[in-house]
């Protein structure tokens, strides 16, 4: 349609014009018709069953006509029309062919980009169980050693040394056996139903600590261990959890604290409270942990480097990191080897505590 074509149809009475959509409110110049985008009706259609945003792309299409029509039929200004109906619907099924490609790639980069998540994440648990097998195989050789080793020529072994050899197979068998206990604690955790009530956390550092002290004591090793737990204007508010599974938790840094400290070391256990969170931290004079190791730490059968010598599994803060995450809380640790170590226990309060 030329433009005197369209100005004659605008001076036309409404009643005369036809409605959009009806018949063939616009004619495409005569002549060859230049092709529109690339979009087939068809195959769109039948993707559309299982891809909706094609259907809005149609629905976009359709509005774009629309909106051409209108500008031809009811524009005022015939010098406003400078480009043919054919061209506006190319353009705009270009630009909505390039919504469509830019839709395709961003899904296909979303799903691969799962897909390379899902299999580091695989690479990683495979890694990890690895490492924990090479871990056990080293926590089980050296006591099986000490046992062969132990039974090797016993019966050429003159009677009064048959005790010594005893009590060496009955040590490695009881560490074995603690190892076993400790794994099948390690692997209930995760899934045990946990029995919750309030729990009044400073009497559970309290009891803890008080029951580190005395094995020490009765060791004859016992370092110094101070607490510092507030109680003005209001002690610590009480967290939800299951008390035994929180003592053990406790149990296990505070003992660990005095085992790498020794006489003459001290351990502090301190407590605070804030923003609902309770986070009890114990400090000590020990060892400490190497910069290399303490990554690792929190991992099944875990051991530092300069801890190979003294008794343990390396499962005792794995139990505690699970102990903690099946709470709500979170742990963390700083060291400096030789100058002493700090962990952190990070719990969420069931509700203040009103002081009586």
């Not at 959009?20 to 230049?34: D, I, K, Q, Y």
């Not at 790639?105 to 495979?126: D, M, Y």
């Not at 990191?321 to 809380?329: E, M, Q, S, Y």
């Amino acid at each position: 349609m030329d433009l005197a074509a369209a100005a004659r149809l605008a001076a036309q009475p409404t009643a005369e014009r036809p409605a959009l959509g009806e018949g063939r409110a616009v004619e495409p110049p005569s002549g060859p018709t230049p092709e529109a985008a690339p979009v087939n009706p068809a195959s769109a259609t039948e993707r559309s069953s299982g891809r909706g945003w094609i259907g809005w792309l149609i629905a976009l299409l359709v509005i774009a006509l629309a909106v051409a029509g209108a500008y031809v039929v009811y524009g005022v200004t015939p010098l406003l029309i400078t480009t043919t109906v054919p061209l506006v619907v190319a353009q705009a099924g270009a630009v909505l062919l390039l919504l469509a490609l830019l839709v395709t790639v961003g899904r296909r980069r979303q799903r691969l980009a799962t897909e390379r998540a899902r299999r580091e994440a695989q690479q990683e648990a495979w890694a990890h169980h690895q490492q924990f097998l090479r871990r056990l195989d080293h926590e089980l050789k050296n006591p099986l050693t000490a046992v062969r080793a132990a039974v090797a020529d016993l019966p050429q072994a003159h009677p009064q040394e048959w005790q010594a050899r005893v009590d060496v197979v009955d040590a490695q068998a009881r560490r074995m056996g603690r190892l076993v206990t400790d794994l099948r604690k390690l692997a209930d955790l995760e899934t045990a139903a946990l029995s919750l009530e309030d729990v009044d956390i400073a009497e559970t550092v309290q009891d803890a600590a008080q029951a580190v002290s005395e094995e020490g004591a009765a060791r004859g090793r016992a370092p110094r261990i101070r607490l510092d737990l507030p109680q003005v204007p209001w002690p610590l508010s009480h967290v939800r959890g299951d008390g035994d599974l929180l003592y053990s938790a406790v149990y296990n840094v505070i003992s660990n604290a005095s085992k790498y400290t020794g006489p003459g070391g001290t351990v502090e256990v301190r407590g605070r409270e804030e923003s609902g969170t309770v986070t009890i931290e114990v400090a000590d004079t020990g060892i400490g942990v190497p910069q290399a190791d303490l990554p690792a730490v929190w991992s099944e059968l875990a051991r530092a480097g300069n801890a190979r010598g003294l008794p343990g599994s390396g499962l005792g803060l794995a139990l505690v990191a699970t102990i903690v995450r099946r709470h709500g809380g979170s742990v963390r640790m700083a060291s400096r080897e030789g100058v002493g170590t700090r962990v952190w226990l990070s719990l969420p309060v069931a509700g203040p505590v009103s002081a009586t």
